[in-house]
Structure formats: C-alpha cells, structure tokens
C-alpha cells in the first residue's frame, strides 16, 4: 500500500471501507439485474441454440468462438428453463470482475477501479447477455493480476498456476485471447529480462496451454472459423469511423453525449457545457494519474492495454474488421487499473481529490442512460417479432426467414421449428440451390394467401443486396405480389408478399 493510500484508509473508520465497497457492488448488482426478461437479440438467441443443440459437438464445430461458455450455459439449460435466469451466469461474472478489481491493490485503487468497473455502459451490458464476454472479461482480469504479481515478485507457484489456467480457459472461450496473450507476455518477458534464459523459457511456458487451444479451436476445430476471409465475413472492411464508434461506446463516452443530448433538449448550450465539462474532467484524471512521473505499475497497465488495442485495430485493418465494442473492452480492464493506481499513488491534495471527484461523475453520469432509457429497451426485439409473425399470419401461410432471422424461431416459436410451411435463406450462399427448398414451403401455401418474409437490415444486408433483390424475383416468380410492410423495429422487418390476382 502506498503512504498516499494509507492515509486514505487511515482516515475512514474500519466499517467504513467496507460500506463503500459493498456500495459499489451492490450499485453493479443493482445495474446488472435491471430487467433481466427483455427479449433476446440474435447473437443470444444464436448461444442459447448452440448450448441447447441435440449434437452439441456438431453445433459447437459450425461456430466462430470456442465452445466452453456455451459448454457451461448447457449445464445451466438443464436445471434454469428461463432466459432471464440463464442471464444470471454473465451477471455473476460482471459483478465478481468488479469485486476482484476492488480486491486489485490499495483501497483507493480499488474503489476507483471497482467503480469504473462497475458503471462501464457497455461492460453492464455484456454482464446481462447469453454471451461469453462478461465470462471473458474475468477470466482475462484474473490473467492479468497474475502476471502482475509474476512480474513483481519471486515466483510464485499460485499465480503461475492461475495465469495459465486462466488464459486457457479464456482461449476456450473466444479467439480475441490471442491478442491480449501478447501484451501479458511482453510483460513478463521485459520485466524477467535479466534472469536468463531459463528464467524466460519457463514463463512462456505458462503460454503454451493457451496457445495450444487457441490453435486447435481456430484451425482445426471450428470450421467456421478457419475458412473465415473478408468475403465471407459479415462486417464491411474496417475504416475510422468504425474504431472510432467502438472506442465511444466501450469507453462510456457515447453514453456521456447521450446523457448531453438529453439535456440539451431541455436547457439552452445544455450538451455544450455537459461535454465541456466531462472532457475537461477527463483531462484533470488522466493528468493525475500519467503525469508527470507516473509508476512502473501504472505505466505497465497502460501499456497492456495500448499494445492490446494496437493489435486489434491492425487486425480489423489488414486482415477481419472485429471493431466491435465488446473486443475493445478487455483493454478497458488494464486502464482503469493503470487510473486508479495512478489517482492512488498521487499524494493526498487538491488533485487528486478532484481526480477522484471527476471518476465518479464521470462513472456515475454514463450509467444514466442505463438506468434512464436503455436497461429497458431490448437491443432486439426477437420476442416481438415472432409474437408479430403469429398474429399476422394466416393459417396455412408459409414464412420465408432470411440472412439467419430464424433464430427468433428456434427461442420463442420451437414448435414451428419443422414446419414444412417455413424456408430459410442465407444471403451468403448462392441462391439458385436454395430455391427447391423455397418453392416447396410456398407450394404448402393455402388457396389465395401469400407468404410473410423476414429479414434484418444491417452491415450483412447491404453487402449482399444483389442477393435479396434476386430472392424477391424468384418470390415474384412464384407469383407473390410487392412486400408490403408489416412492422419494422431494432433492424428486422416483416413484410407480405400477397399473392397475384390471376390474370
């Protein structure tokens, strides 16, 4: 603990540290928990149909991402029959990551690492899904505090041990381990650089079980995966915009704007001052805590994450675009430690209390979105879909469901699942060997009716529009009338396609 810090927990009553760090996670608990029962979205429905698939192998073996969270949320499908309920594991993971950070170092280290943690818009957001990322996100925390203590310390049998298993239960569960193995092992390597060759040899050995499944997951097991390129891959090539959008939203600035938005609907220059003051908050944190002779420690965290995120902006730009928000956020953990550590290590005065001022507004005004507007709004309204779907269509009517829209299907209307009155369509492959299975759902079709399709506009969509216009051809061959728009809501539509008057 530092002199700074131990005047910090000098100064409060024993009883006391321990009320704000329950406060803390009970404010996560509180964040995570918030309408658990919303409909799921299709990456969900995707996961809860992978761990729930009669040849669970099989299923696992089509995926992109390694197959142990799906693994663990099968276990849990078996005695939880709720999707809120089966939320409850990435709950658990996003509130044991916050109180593993406030367990991280000195107390006002902890607090304020804990805190940030703990409001992360997006990091509550993937702490309330059927995903694997609130998973991810502590296994790869775990990873990190264990080579930290490894570069500090003598060996140490315990964290040798939790750094290898941790990193191999984290490349079990989603391929991006790779690019924070590297930052970990840099790590290790400068700060052991004087102990020898033996020294070295031993701690990469510590990789190797991780990479050993990274390997067999991506280029042997999941066929998905290995035969993946820029033209089968479903987001367009990566540009600016697209790292700077991910950035805004893991970071929680888009959630700050919003909050600016908001008032500045209600209050002449209300989002101008709002972002003023926020930014210049930002500027008096980060100064506390990097300028102008910032720890070894403080600098290490904040290197972790740097190189983390150079590796996955070079990736997105040369080879898959993966500039998705969720990716970013395990570099998120190293910098809110590299700020807590560094507010913590600042001598007790105005700037530093003013930096630990500015991280808890800042933490605490990007949740109000969260608590505001978005806990309640379903990121897709699947469940709304289908209960769409059922009430407009007639009996006897088939449902042609596109680009992977039938996911809704298989969560919320199983028994249609076999239905010969339904076809499926994929807007990757080609279209004319998918036509027998369309024109026999249609030949189910009643007397005068038509058929309902669905489809959802995204990234997807648009790289493929050739492909729908031909399918809305082929539909027009079978003798279906112009679509007719039936709802529209979180990128899917409903149409009908009636059927023609005869001529």
């Not at 009320?19 to 404010?27: N, R």
């Not at 107390?107 to 991810?136: D, H, K």
């Not at 299975?437 to 030949?443: H, M």
């Not at 529009?465 to 082929?474: G, H, T």
């Amino acid at each position: 603990m530092t002199e700074a810090d131990q005047s910090t927990a000098a100064s409060l009553p024993r009883h006391a540290t321990w009320l704000v760090a329950a406060a803390i996670v009970a404010l996560a608990t509180a964040a995570r928990c918030l309408f658990l029962d919303k409909s799921l979205w299709c990456d969900e429905a995707d996961s809860y149909i992978r761990a729930t698939a009669g040849d669970f192998i099989a299923a696992a073996h089509t995926n992109v991402h390694p197959p142990l969270y799906f693994l663990l949320l099968r276990g849990l499908a078996v005695v939880v029959h709720s999707f809120a309920g089966l939320r409850l594991f990435s709950v658990a993971c996003g509130v044991a990551t916050v109180v593993v950070m406030l367990r991280t170092g000195p107390t006002l280290a902890g607090w304020l690492a804990g805190l940030l943690v703990a409001c992360a818009p997006e990091m509550v957001y993937q702490s309330q899904e059927l995903r694997q990322y609130a998973f991810l996100s502590l296994l790869l925390l775990i990873a990190l505090l264990c080579t930290l203590r490894l570069s500090a310390d003598p060996p140490s049998p315990d964290a040798a041990i939790g750094l290898a298993v941790s990193l191999a239960a984290a490349a079990a569960t989603h391929l991006a381990t790779g690019f924070f193995m590297a930052p970990l092992a840099l790590t290790l390597g400068w700060s052991h650089r004087r102990l020898g060759l033996r020294r070295l040899v031993a701690l990469g050995a510590l990789f190797l079980p991780a990479a050993a499944v990274l390997f067999f997951f991506h280029s042997i097991f999941l066929t998905a995966a290995k035969n993946l390129d820029r033209h089968t891959w479903w987001m367009a090539p990566a540009n600016g915009s697209d790292a700077t959008q991910a950035f805004s939203i893991a970071t929680g600035w888009d959630s700050i704007h919003w909050v600016a938005q908001a008032l500045g609907r209600h209050m002449p220059l209300g989002e101008t001052a709002l972002i003023g003051v926020v930014a210049a908050a930002v500027i008096v944190v980060l100064w506390v805590a990097w300028f102008p002779r910032p720890g070894r420690l403080v600098l290490t965290l904040l290197a972790i994450a740097v190189i983390y995120w150079a590796l996955i902006v070079g990736y997105s730009f040369t080879a898959l675009s993966i500039l998705m928000p969720r990716i970013i956020l395990p570099g998120m953990l190293p910098l809110f430690l590299s700020i807590a550590a560094g507010v913590a290590e600042r001598r007790p005065g105005w700037p530093r209390r003013a930096a630990v001022f500015s991280i808890g507004v800042y933490a605490l005004v990007g949740l109000i979105p969260w608590f505001w507007h978005f806990a309640w709004i379903p990121r897709e309204d699947l469940r709304g879909l289908i209960d769409v779907v059922r009430e407009n269509r007639p009996a006897g009517e088939p449902v042609v469901f596109v680009g992977g829209t039938d996911v809704a299907v298989d969560a919320y209307w199983p028994e249609f699942k076999s239905s010969p009155r339904q076809a499926k369509i994929s807007l990757l492959a080609p279209l004319p060997p998918q036509l027998p299975e369309l024109r026999a759902a249609l030949a189910k079709r009643a007397p005068g009716t038509g058929a309902l399709l669905v489809y959802r506009v995204d990234g997807y969509f648009h790289s493929h529009r050739n492909e729908f216009e031909m399918l809305l051809a082929a539909l027009a061959a079978q003798g279906l009338g112009p679509p007719q728009s039936i709802w529209e809501r979180t990128f899917y539509h409903v149409v009908r396609l009636p059927a023609s008057p005869a001529k």
